[in-house]
């Protein structure tokens, strides 16, 4: 028994130690599994945003290209304005000149100058709109190249984040290879301490149930046992007092019977014996005193000797 408690005792104590250091392995193999999550994941968001970022980055540079193209466009269409219109104003002072000297007919020259008029008019109005176009342009360019230079500040913020989480990844993965065969070695040792424990256990309850039983059966044997005596001390307690109730009923009839018959032997002894008592009294007496006297003479004759 004590030394099975002994080996409770160990068990219990080699169960609690690799216990402890399994739960130790399996928190840090849990961190190194949530870092290895966390990285992997990392990676994947990554790189779906690079390629976010890249098709932004495309449609910025396509956007800013067009809006570059459409400038230069109007930039063209602006100077050929310019160029029409200045040959329409050189035109203008031509046909007034020749009106003022009046080599031409007059109606043909105040139509010539109207349409010659309408057209200086057309092309300042085409100015107009291409200088506004031009100036729309400007300011989208202006936009195209900001969200262009942001989202490659984003890619080289990525470039950045990419390289740490790798090795983080690389690290984490590590880990768990030297960490999960640990756990699982400690995890076979925690079974085998719990099966020992357990084995121990079982081993210490059948002997408490056996111990109890004996105990119990004992107990049973002696509560029977005084239970036996108890009635035996009852029986004879029973048998004494039925035979003390029998001794007095006797001595009372004894009794009834000896006052019934008292007075007819007072009578009888009276007229049949004579008293005789004080004859016995005298001759004891007288026997005990020569007796005594032989004695003291017998020690006298003895000292005079």
Do not use: W
């Not at 216990?19 to 949530?34: G, H, I, T, W």
């Not at 470039?159 to 768990?176: D, N, R, V, W």
């Not at 119990?216 to 029986?235: D, E």
């Not at 002894?269 to 008592?277: D, F, I, L, N, V």
């Amino acid at each position: 028994m004590t030394s099975l408690e002994a080996l409770l005792k160990s068990h219990s104590m080699k169960k609690a130690t690799v216990s402890k250091l399994r739960k130790q392995v399996e928190n840090k193999l849990k961190e190194a599994v949530s870092k290895k999550r966390r990285s992997s994941s990392g990676l994947v968001s990554l790189e779906k945003k690079k390629e976010d970022l890249i098709r932004a980055k495309d449609h910025a540079i396509q956007l800013l290209n067009q809006h570059l193209s459409q400038k230069a466009s109007i930039e063209r269409l602006k100077i050929a304005a310019e160029e029409r219109l200045k040959q329409e104003e050189e035109a203008k002072d031509q046909a007034t000149q020749q009106s003022e000297y009046g080599s031409e007919d007059k109606n043909t020259m105040a139509e010539r100058l109207k349409y010659i008029g309408e057209k200086i008019a057309e092309l300042h109005s085409e100015l107009k709109e291409r200088e506004s176009a031009h100036t729309r342009l400007e300011k989208a360019i202006e936009s195209s190249e900001k969200e262009k230079a942001k989202v490659e500040d984003q890619l080289k913020k990525h470039g950045h984040i990419k390289p740490a989480l790798i090795e983080q990844l690389k690290a984490s993965t590590k880990a768990e290879a030297v960490l999960r065969p640990k756990f699982e070695s400690l995890l076979k040792l925690e079974a085998q301490a719990s099966n020992a424990l357990a084995t121990v256990q079982k081993k210490l309850a059948e002997i408490a149930a056996q111990r109890r039983k004996r105990l119990a059966a004992l107990a049973a044997k002696k509560r029977k046992r005084m239970a036996a005596l108890a009635a035996q001390r009852r029986k004879n307690k029973a048998r004494q007092l039925a035979l003390a109730k029998a001794r007095k009923a006797k001595a009372r009839k004894a009794k009834a019977r000896k006052a019934k018959r008292r007075p007819a032997k007072k009578t009888a002894k009276r007229k049949s014996r004579p008293k005789k008592a004080p004859r016995r009294k005298t001759t004891k007496t007288a026997k005990r005193k020569t007796t005594r006297t032989a004695k003291r003479k017998t020690k006298k004759k003895s000292r005079r000797r």
